[in-house]
């Protein structure tokens, strides 16, 4: 053999050689796998837990009504300011008083009259009666007299009635309010005509309490029917409002009524709260949003909403098995803060990734990791 064969021969070996160490660490390699993926888990645990149901709703007054005239005329006096508190009975509007009070004083004129005429008729009457006894006077005479009593009797009647309607249209040409509340800005000014049973002068609504009205599913009636039904006090804490600022209002309501009927055009039914109002913060048209509180059981899984993961629809998080993850599907309920209820899919003490999630795969191996609230103090990084 020459020495340029067995220079090859050397080469050769050489090359052969890498290839089989290069083939040993990469076998090497494979079976060592990926690096396992540092995350946190928790363990599921079972408790109590409370949260609301929130339902866009409306003030309404309890009691509203609008101030229409009772009788024409124009307006001579206006007794409050628009937007006042107002009370039961206080003086709202006058209309021109002089044309009824003339009519009233012609009315009573009109009735001293007919009882003028009934005691001249009743006193023929008696005369010609006892004249009658004696046959001194004719029958027809007496019967005559008879007649004129009874047109005279009723003759007052017509002129009482009389009285009563002026003084009915008297008494309307003041209009008075008719309960506590709050009325409105006034539509008429002083001078302006208004017509019975048309003009609208202004409203008046109650304001303590008021009426918080929203519809909920129709699904939802046997709750609030034993709601409703609760007499207990539990409902002091249920029902509470957040107003439009989205501050909570400071005072509690309780459910009064459910409507009589479901709209079948939305598949919901009305329900109406109550709330107090001493400060008159709440107004009628103001909108909100109703809180129902709800308390479950202690047998209710909380788990961290962080820690689930959404696909094509379904939900699911990654339960710890040994040094390896398996990716597990669940049915969610209610969110709470940062937390959300599990219905189905879990059970209390198994351990479940809330950190690291992403990382993640079904099977993946995991290294696990002390929470961050409960490691040591970490030492500042240099400038």
Known sequence: ????????????????????????????????????I????????????????????????????????????????IFFKDGQNIRKGQKLYEIDQRQFKAAYDQALANLNVAKSNLAKARQDADRYRDLARH???????????????????????????????????????????????????SLVKLGSSVVAGQ???????????VAVDCAVDEKLIERFTRLLQDKSGDQDSTFSIVLPDQ????????????????????????IRTEFPNPQNVLRTGLTCDLRVQTRTSTGTLLIPYKAVIEQMGEYFVFVVRGQKVSQQRVILGRSIKDMIVVN???????????EGVQKLRDNATVVLALPENVRGPQSPKPH
């Open 135 to 185: 046959d001194a006077v004719a029958r027809q005479t007496l019967e005559h007299a008879t007649a004129d009593l009874r047109s005279a009797n009723m003759q007052v009647a017509a002129a009482q009635a009389n009285v009563k309607s002026v003084q009915t249209n008297l008494r309307y040409s003041v209009i008075y309010a008719p309960f506590d509340g709050t009325i409105g800005i």
């Open 38 to 77: 540092p995350v946190t888990a928790s363990a599921v645990a079972s408790g109590a837990a409370t949260y609301y149901d929130t339902y866009p709703a409306t003030v309404n007054a309890l009691d509203q009504v609008d101030i229409r005239p009772e009788v024409s005329g124009y307006i001579t006096e």
């Open 344 to 354: 189905e899919g879990l059970t209390p003490g198994e351990q479940i990734v809330t």
């Open 247 to 270: 501050s909570v209002y400071p005072y509690q309501g309780r459910l009064t009524l459910i409507d009589r009927s479901v709209d079948p055009l939305t598949g919901t039914i009305r």
């Open 1 to 36: 053999m020459t020495m340029i064969d067995r220079s090859r021969e050397t080469v050769l070996l050489v090359i052969v050689s890498v290839l089989l160490a290069s083939c040993s660490e990469n076998r090497s390699a494979e079976q060592k796998g990926p690096p396992p």
């Open 199 to 209: 003009t609208l002068l202004n409203t008046i609504s109650s304001n303590n309490p």
